[in-house]
C-alpha cells in the first residue's frame, strides 16, 4: 500500500531525539538546512531522475549525463545557489561527470598553483564555465610515483613557447575525467626542460579543444578509455586517454606561483613557500573522508532499514518471522559499520578544522606541524576508503540475494566508490608514507623534539611501553580514557617493535621494503587510534537533544570495541590487553549491539537521506520493498517482450533439434 | 611488438617444472589433457569472443548468450563430445547462461529426486534439451528458510491434479537462472497441501511455456528480475520472476522418490532413505569449492602477471623502475591469494573423493558420518566463496587504476563472482549450521562416541586442550605437523570454549543465539583447519617433476603462516601459540615470500588458461600491456564520434552562456 510507512514501530522505537541528531550528523543547524532543501529540490525535479541509469548503454547513460550536469548548472543560476548551495546540488545529483574534476581539481589547482596574474586570467573563465577543464596527470605507464611521469614540456626560447609532447606511448595521459569527450582544456603535469636541462614535473594549463566546434586542436589525440566496473556507475564520466604532438602553448601558461621560468629560458624559485601545496591537499583529502562518511552512510542505511523489513526463520506457532536485523550475526555485521559512519563522519569534521588551521600557520610561516599533518591526512584517506569500499559491499551482502539487483542501489554505489582507494593516492602507498614519518618521529623522541598533532602520544612513550590495562569486568571498557590508552599503547609498541626491526638492518632503506608489510599494519594502527580518539573528543563537546549523546556514546563504544575485537591479534602481541580483558570487551560489544538495536532505523533516519538519494528499493524510507521490487523488474529492457528477441533463431531450432541447419 | 614475450625473463627464472604442475593443478594428465584441448578449442572459435560482453546493453547481451549457448550445444553435437568435454566446453564458454540452471540443477533434481519412472520420463528429454528446465525454488520473500516458501500445490483428487498457486506477492517465485526467458519447464518447490493439511515442501516439474510458441502458459505470469551486479556479468542470465494463477498439473509429476502421494490423496513416505539427498548436496558443493578456486587462480593469474608487468618508483640511474611484484606490500597482499588458489584446488579435489565416499556409504546404508559430512561442505562452500570474492577484488586493486577497466577483466570477473556467497545458501547461514554441528560434537565428547572425518580431531580433546607450540625459531614453522597441531588446537579451543559460554545459558537456543558471531568464528577456525590438514595431505603423496613438490610446500607454508598471522587473535588468545612465536610465522612468511618470488609468474602459467579465458588485456600471457591497453580503448561507443552526442544541445550551450534558451 502506498503511504503506509512499515517502518513505522522501528521508529517508535528510537529512544533519543532523531531530530537533533540530525543536526550532529549534518554538522550545523545551517548545514542542516542548506542539505535537507537542496536534496529535496533534487528528489523532486524530474529531471534529476537515476533509476533508469543501470539499464543505459554506455552513449545514452553518457549524453545523458551531459543534460543533467548542464541543466544543473541551469538551476544553480536560475535559483542564484551559493557556492554552498551549488556544491551540494552537484553533490545530490549524485552522477559523476567532467563538473567533478572541473570545481574539485581544475579551479583549485589554479588557485593553489597559479600566480595572481593567472588566477586574475583563468578563474573568471572558469568560474562561468565558459571554460572546462580537467586534471591530467596520470599516464598509461605511471600513477602513484608522480616523478616518473614523461610527458615533456620543453621550452623554446625563440618563440616563448612550451613544446608539449608525449614521446612514447607509456607517456599518453590516461585516466583523468573530463577529459574524454568534455574538457576544453586541461591541467596538464609534464616534465619541464628548458636548455637541455630537466627541471622535474610542473602543472601546464593546455587548451585540448576547440571553442568553436569542440575539435581537439590540431597535434591532439583525444578519446575515452572505455568502460569501468559496474552498470552505470563511473561510467557516466569520461575518463581519457591524451597524446600530444609537439604541441605549443605560450610561456604563460605553466602555473608559475612557486616556480617559473624566465623570458630566457631560467628557472626561478618564487619566494612562495612550497609547503603551499599542503593546503590544497588538506582540503582535497578533507573532501574524501567526508565522502566516506557518506558513502559507508548510504550503504548502512539501505542495510539497516532492509534488514529491519527482511524476515527469515524463527516463526513460531504461526507468528511473524524473525527480522534479520535481530540476529546477533548481523548485528555484529552491520553495527560496527553504523559506528564507522558515524565516527569518519567526526573525524572528517575535526580535518576540516584542521585545513583551516593549516591555512592559519602558512600564513604565519609556521611549516613544523607539516609533515604530521601529511601523515594524518594521508593515513585518514587511506583507512576511512578501505573501510567504506569494503563496507558498502558487506552491506550488500547484509541483504541477501536482492542486494545483487541493481534496485537495491548497492552494486552501483560499491562500484562508484570503490576507485577512492586508489586515486588521489593509492592507500598502501599512502600508509607506507604515513609509515616513514611514524619511523622518523619515533627515531627522534630521544632528541627531546616533542611530537606534535595526532603524533603527540608518542612523546608519552615510556608510560605507554609500560602501561597496562585494568579492565577488570565488561562495563569498565566504557571507560573512554580505558579504550583511548589501549590504542595509544597498541599504536606506539607497532611502531617501537618496527623501529627496532629496522634497526637491525644495515641499510635502513633495505629494511624499510622488507618489513613493509608490517609497517603497514603500525600506520593503520596509528590511524584507527585518530579516529578514535577524535570521537571520544566529539564527545566530550556539549551535545544538545534527548539521549543524542548517550547514543553516541554507544556508537563510539561499538566502533572502538568492534575494531580492538577485529585486531585483538595486535593488542594481544604487545600485550596491552589480556585474553581476558579482549574476552570482556567482546562481552560489551554484544551488550551494546542489544542497546544500539531499537535505535538502529532512527540512526540511519538522522542521515536525512532522500529515496531518490538512496537510490536503492531495499532502502525506502517507508519500507515498501516487495511491490516496489517487484513492480520495478519489469521495467528492463529484457520485458519489453514476452518472447525474447533471438527465440526464433536460437532458442526455437535447439528445442526442436533443427541446429544443423540453424545460422549461428 | 606482437609475439614478443614481455615476461620471457621471468619464466626463466622458474625453478621447477611448469609442465608436471599443470599437472598437479589440472588433477589428473587426463583432465589436463582434456581441458587444455577444449579450451584451446574455445579460444581459438570467434564465436565464443567475449571481449565486447561489457558495451553490450542489456538485450543485445542477452541474444548474444542465447546464440552462444546454443551454438555451443551444436558444436558439442557436431564433435560429438562426452559429457566431460561438453561441461568442459560450457565452462571455457564462460558466460552465464540458462544451460547452467539446466545441466547444473534441474538434471541433477530429476535424478535425486525422481522416481525412475519419472527419470524415465523427463531425463531423455532434458539430454537432448528437447526441454529447458531451471530450478525454481527462491521467492520474494523467502530465501534462506526454504521451509517458509509460500507457493502452494494442493491436490485435488476429483482430477487427480495440483494446482500451483501463488497465493501472495511476496509468494512470486524469484530469482530462478534461466526462468526470465528462456526454461519450458521450471523445478517448482511448493507447500503441499492434500485434504486441509500440509506436508512440508516438495519439487514438482511445472511445464512453463508452450513448446510450440515459447508463450507462457495459461495462469503462468513470468518475466526477467532486472539488471544485477556488473557489466556483462551475470546480466548474460535471465533471472526470472514467476507466478502461477491455480496452475494445473498431472499427480506423477511431482517428485516422488522420497514420498509420494497416492491417487488417494495420501502422503506415503517411500522406503528410499531421506539421506539421498546429501549425494546431490555434496556433489553440488564440490562444484562451487572447484568454481572457487577457478576463480580465484584467474583473478591471481591476472594480478600477479601485471604486478611483473607494472613498474613503479625505484628507478636507479635512469635504470628500470621496481617491479610492483617486487615490494614486500603487494606480495603480502598477493601471494597468500596465490596459495589459497592452490590452497581450494586441492580441498576441491578431496571433495571430490568424498563425494564418492559418500555415495558408496549411502549404498551401504551407512548414515552416520552424513552430518559431519554436511558440516564440512557447507562450511567450505562458505569459506572458500567468501576468501574468493574477498581475493577477486584484492587483485583488482594491486593492479591499481588499471584494474578498474573493464578490459582487466577483474571487475567482471569480480560480478559475475559474487553471488557464490549468497546462492546455495548464503555463507553465515552455513558457518552456523556448520557451528550447531560442532557444539553438538563437542558436547557428546563424554559420551563415548568418537567424532568423525574432519571433526575426528576433536576426538584428542585433552591433549589439544594441553597442547603447547614448541617452535623455537622461524625454520620450526616449515614442519607441517607442528602447523596442523596449532591450527587444531586453535579450532578446538575456541569450539570449546563456545560450547563452555553457551552452557552458562538456561536456554540453549538463546544462548546459541546470543553468541552466534562467536560460533560463525569458531566455525571458520574448522573449516581453516580442514584447508590447512588437505594441503598437508596432499603433499604426503607422490608429486613427480622437478622441485614440483618443494613449491607447493612453500605455498601450503604461505597459505598457513598468513592465516595463522591474519588471525593471530585466534591464537593467542586460546594459548596455542605465544607472541614471540607468531612473530617467529611472521618473520618465515616473509622468507616464503622471497622464495615464491621467482617462480610466481610460471605457478600461474600452471593453470594453463588462455588469453580468451582470462579475458584481461593486464593478464596477457605475453605481457604486452600498454599497446593493446591503448588500442581497446578505441573500440568504445563513445568514440565512435570525435564530438561527442549531446555537445550542440548541451554543452556548447554551456560554453557559450546560452543556457537560458536551451531545452534540457
Ligand atoms: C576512477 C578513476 C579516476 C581517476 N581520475 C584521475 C584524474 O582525474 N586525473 C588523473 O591524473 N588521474 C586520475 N586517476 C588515476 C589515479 O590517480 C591513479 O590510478 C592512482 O594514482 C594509482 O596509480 P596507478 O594506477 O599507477 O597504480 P600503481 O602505482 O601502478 O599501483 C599498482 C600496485 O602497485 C603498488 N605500488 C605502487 N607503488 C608502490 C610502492 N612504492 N610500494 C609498494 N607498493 C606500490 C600499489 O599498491 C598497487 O597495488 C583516476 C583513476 C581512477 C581509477
Ligand atoms: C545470482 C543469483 C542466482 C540465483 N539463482 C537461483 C536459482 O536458480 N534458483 C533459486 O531458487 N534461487 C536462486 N537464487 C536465490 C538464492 O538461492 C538466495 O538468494 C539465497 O538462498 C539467499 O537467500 P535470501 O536472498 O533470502 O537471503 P536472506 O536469507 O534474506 O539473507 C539476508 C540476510 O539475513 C541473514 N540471515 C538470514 N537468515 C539468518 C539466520 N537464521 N541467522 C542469521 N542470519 C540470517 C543473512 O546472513 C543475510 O545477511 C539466486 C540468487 C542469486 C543472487
Redesign the pocket.
Known amino acids: 500500500m502506498e503511504g503506509v510507512d512499515y517502518l513505522a514501530a522501528e521508529r517508535k522505537k528510537a529512544e533519543f531525539d532523531v531530530e537533533e541528531m540530525k543536526i550532529v550528523w549534518a554538522g550545523s543547524r545551517h548545514a542542516f538546512e542548506v542539505s535537507d532543501r537542496i536534496s529535496k529540490l533534487v528528489a523532486n525535479d524530474p529531471a534529476f531522475r537515476k533509476d533508469e541509469r543501470t539499464m543505459l548503454p554506455r552513449k545514452e547513460l553518457f549524453k545523458n549525463t551531459l543534460r543533467k550536469a548542464t541543466y544543473a548548472w541551469k538551476r544553480i543560476n536560475e535559483l542564484r545557489l551559493s557556492e554552498e548551495e551549488a556544491s551540494k546540488l552537484r553533490f545530490y545529483v549524485d552522477e559523476p561527470s567532467f563538473t567533478d574534476?572541473h570545481w574539485g581539481?581544475f579551479v583549485p589547482a589554479i588557485k593553489g598553483q597559479g600566480t595572481d596574474e593567472q588566477q586574475r586570467k583563468w578563474l573568471p573563465l572558469a568560474y562561468k564555465m565558459q571554460i572546462i577543464g580537467?586534471?591530467?596527470?596520470?599516464e598509461l605507464g605511471?600513477?602513484?610515483?608522480v616523478q616518473g611521469l614523461e610527458t615533456t614540456a620543453t621550452f623554446d626560447p625563440q618563440t616563448d613557447e612550451f613544446v608539449i609532447h608525449s614521446p612514447t606511448l607509456t607517456s599518453s595521459k590516461w585516466?583523468?575525467?573530463g577529459l574524454g569527450k568534455v574538457s576544453t582544456h586541461g591541467l596538464v603535469y609534464a616534465r619541464l626542460i628548458t636548455d637541455g636541462q630537466e627541471h622535474g614535473i610542473h602543472g601546464f594549463i593546455v587548451q585540448l579543444r576547440s571553442l568553436e566546434d569542440h575539435k581537439p586542436l590540431p597535434g591532439i589525440t583525444i578519446g575515452d578509455i572505455g568502460m569501468?566496473f559496474g552498470n552505470g556507475a563511473?561510467n557516466t564520466m569520461d575518463?581519457g586517454v591524451l597524446r600530444f604532438d609537439h604541441v605549443r602553448i605560450p610561456r604563460d601558461q605553466m602555473l608559475m606561483r612557486v616556480s617559473r621560468v624566465t623570458r630566457e629560458g631560467k628557472v626561478v624559485e618564487s619566494d612562495v613557500p612550497r609547503q603551499l601545496v599542503y593546503g590544497t591537499m588538506v582540503f582535497v583529502r578533507q573532501t574524501i573522508v567526508q565522502d566516506a562518511s557518506c558513502a559507508l552512510s548510504r550503504a548502512v542505511c539501505i542495510a539497516t532499514r532492509y534488514s529491519a523489513v527482511r524476515r527469515q526463520f524463527g516463526s513460531q506457532n504461526g507468528g511473524p518471522e524473525t527480522q534479520v536485523i535481530d540476529y546477533k550475526t548481523q548485528q555484529s555485521r552491520l553495527f560496527p559499520l553504523l559506528a564507522s559512519a558515524y565516527a569518519f563522519r567526526f573525524v572528517g569534521e575535526w580535518l576540516n578544522w584542521l585545513y583551516m588551521d593549516v591555512m592559519r600557520r602558512l600564513q604565519a610561516n609556521e611549516f613544523s606541524t607539516l609533515p604530521e599533518v601529511h601523515a594524518c591526512t594521508a593515513g585518514l584517506k587511506s583507512l576511512t576508503t578501505s573501510v567504506t569500499a569494503d563496507g558498502i559491499e558487506e552491506c550488500r551482502k547484509l541483504c541477501g540475494g536482492h542486494g545483487y539487483l541493481c534496485t537495491s542501489g548497492l552494486p552501483e554505489l560499491f562500484a562508484v566508490y570503490v576507485?577512492a582507494c586508489?586515486?588521489?593516492?593509492?592507500n598502501?602507498?599512502l600508509q607506507?608514507q604515513v609509515a616513514r614519518i611514524l619511523m622518523k618521529t619515533v627515531s627522534q623522541l630521544s632528541s627531546g623534539k616533542p611530537p606534535v598533532g595526532t603524533m603527540a602520544y608518542l612523546g608519552r612513550i615510556e608510560p605507554l611501553m609500560q602501561y597496562r590495562c585494568n579492565v577488570q569486568k565488561a562495563k569498565d571498557w566504557m571507560n573512554p580514557n580505558v579504550v583511548l590508552e589501549a590504542f595509544e599503547a597498541r599504536a606506539a609498541r607497532m611502531s617501537v617493535s618496527c623501529a627496532q626491526k629496522l634497526s637491525k638492518f644495515s641499510n635502513p632503506e633495505e629494511g624499510f621494503a622488507e618489513l613493509s608489510a608490517d609497517l603497514v599494519e603500525a600506520s593503520v594502527a596509528h590511524c584507527q587510534l585518530i579516529v578514535v580518539s577524535k570521537f571520544i573528543e566529539k564527545l566530550q563537546q556539549d551535545i544538545p537533544g534527548k539521549r543524542v549523546k548517550q547514543q553516541l556514546e554507544v556508537l563510539c563504544g561499538i566502533y572502538s570495541l568492534a575494531l580492538l575485537h577485529k585486531h585483538q591479534g595486535d593488542f594481544l602481541a604487545t600485550s596491552c590487553v589480556t585474553s581476558k580483558q579482549a574476552s570482556l570487551a567482546n562481552d560489551q560489544l554484544r551488550e551494546l549491539y542489544t542497546q544500539v538495536r531499537p535505535n538502529a532505523i532512527a540512526l540511519v533516519d538522522a542521515f536525512n537521506y532522500t529515496d531518490h538519494f538512496l537510490g536503492s528499493i531495499l532502502g525506502r524510507y517507508d519500507g515498501n520493498v516487495y511491490p516496489k521490487l517487484y513492480e520495478a523488474a519489469w521495467k528492463d529492457p529484457l520485458n519489453e517482450s514476452v518472447v525474447p528477441d533471438g527465440y526464433h533463431q536460437y532458442i526455437r531450432p535447439l528445442l526442436k533439434q533443427q541446429l544443423r541447419a540453424a545460422k549461428l
Open positions: 574534476l581539481m580537467c586534471y591530467a596527470q596520470t605511471h600513477g602513484s610515483n585516466w583523468p575525467g569501468k563511473y575518463n576507485p586508489t586515486y588521489e593516492g593509492d598502501i602507498v607506507l
